[in-house]
Structures are given as structure tokens and as C-alpha cells.
């Protein structure tokens, strides 16, 4: 069973740029999370879709921050424009409807110089 | 955000001891409490998890010891490996609702060989 996938691996921008992360669920699982990793911390839910709705997205910077979830299966994060503090791994999860487990793919390291 | 306050930060081990990480949580509809195993570059994976209607669960060398009125579960890794050598993060969700995982700090564990 493939896992859940995420590019790039790694991204260096400069501050007041754009970027955006690209992530494909496992297949069949309807719960997809953005996850903000900063160094030395632990990871911190910024969205959660279930299918393509918007379950949760309390913890999303909302003047810099967007994700979509089209169709319900892939998903894109944007940030625009990016802040030094912006600097972390964002990881992709995703669990099956109602599901208590999830899977984590590798994340994207971002580095806003 | 902190729901979950995990200790110590990082933890230094001999091969073939034991490596105890403690984590207490605040939100009493908290249902489901994992472990997860994080290498470098890698995203984390689920090691072990319990439910609060059993104080303890064991899986090999891993163990979750679980106490309900303190609010407080640790993770027990037995007869240490170098390759446990890891990032590890305790986490709760209430399972009925958003599934909102809450992550602690994490802890990072190294066995000497």
C-alpha cells in the first residue's frame, strides 16, 4: 500500500514570497491534516479536511495561509507571503472516515530566508 | 494550543536499559492516546497506542502505562536498542468529533551503544 506523498522534499524561498506543498492521501482515506512542524517541537494541526469540507481550520493563518482539498483527494498549501517564521516541516496526514490512526507522510522542509 | 506536556525534552540511554517518557494532558474527552516514532527526514509513525478503559498495553519492548484520574501516560521502552534512537511524541484525540490530534513537544532518545 503507498503511503501518503508529499513534494517537494525541500524548499528554500525568500521572505514575502509564495509557495505552495503538493500531498496525495492514502487511497480510500477521506481525512486529510496539514501539519506545522517547527524545530524542536511538536507537530501543530493548521487544517483538516474530510473529503473536500474544511472540518477544522481554527489554527490556519488565514491572511497568509490557504489550502484546498479538490475532488477530495489531493491537496494543496499555499503561503503567500511568507514570513521568516514561516521556517518548518509541514506534514501531511491522512486517516480513514473516523479513523483514530494516521499516517504521516515525509513533510516538506521549508526554509524562508 | 499545548493540550499535551511530554518530558523530559531529551533522554540519554544505555543499550539494554529503559527509556521511560512521561506525558499528562489537560482535556478529559481526550479517547485515544498514541506514540509516535519520528526518525530524521522521515514523517512519524505510529509506534503503540491505548485507550483510557485499560491502564496499560503492551506491544514487544513498548509499553503504554496509563493513568486515568492523574491524567498522565508514559511510554516504557525495555531492554533499549541504539535503534530506537528516535523523536518520540506523545499525542491525544477525542476519536467521536474532529479527530483533533494534539501533539507534545516530543522527546529525543539516544541509546548508547
Known amino acids: 500500500e503507498a503511503g501518503v506523498a508529499q513534494s517537494p522534499r525541500y524548499k528554500i524561498i525568500e521572505k514575502r514570497q509564495s509557495v505552495a506543498f503538493w500531498c496525495n492521501p492514502i487511497?480510500?482515506?477521506?481525512?486529510l491534516y496539514w501539519y506545522q512542524q517547527i524545530l524542536g517541537q511538536g507537530p501543530k494541526l493548521l487544517i483538516q479536511?474530510?473529503?473536500?469540507?474544511?472540518?477544522?481550520d481554527s489554527q490556519l493563518p488565514k491572511d497568509r495561509f490557504s489550502a484546498e482539498r479538490l475532488k477530495g483527494v489531493d491537496s494543496t498549501l499555499k503561503i503567500q507571503p511568507a514570513k521568516l517564521e514561516d521556517s518548518a516541516v509541514y506534514l501531511c496526514?491522512?486517516?480513514?472516515?473516523?479513523?483514530?490512526?494516521?499516517?504521516f507522510g515525509q513533510g516538506t522542509r521549508l526554509t524562508v530566508v | 494550543q499545548q493540550q499535551v506536556k511530554q518530558s523530559p525534552q531529551s533522554l540519554i540511554v544505555q543499550k539494554g536499559g529503559i527509556s521511560i517518557i512521561n506525558c499528562a494532558y489537560e482535556n478529559t474527552a481526550f479517547d485515544y492516546f498514541p506514540w509516535y516514532q519520528q526518525f530524521p527526514g522521515k514523517g512519524p509513525a505510529l509506534l503503540i497506542a491505548i485507550r483510557p478503559d485499560v491502564s496499560e498495553k503492551k506491544e514487544g519492548r513498548f509499553t503504554i502505562s496509563f493513568n486515568k484520574s492523574a491524567k498522565q501516560f508514559s511510554l516504557h521502552i525495555m531492554d533499549s536498542q541504539p535503534g530506537d534512537s528516535a523523536t518520540y511524541f506523545c499525542?491525544?484525540?477525542?476519536?467521536?468529533?474532529?479527530?483533533?490530534?494534539?501533539f507534545g513537544a516530543g522527546t529525543r532518545l539516544t541509546v548508547k551503544p
Open positions: 496526514a491522512s486517516s480513514l472516515a473516523g479513523g483514530a490512526v494516521l499516517f
Open positions: 479536511f474530510q473529503n473536500n469540507g474544511v472540518v477544522d
Open positions: 499525542a491525544a484525540s477525542m476519536t467521536i468529533g474532529n479527530n483533533d490530534m494534539r
Open positions: 487511497s480510500g482515506h477521506a481525512t
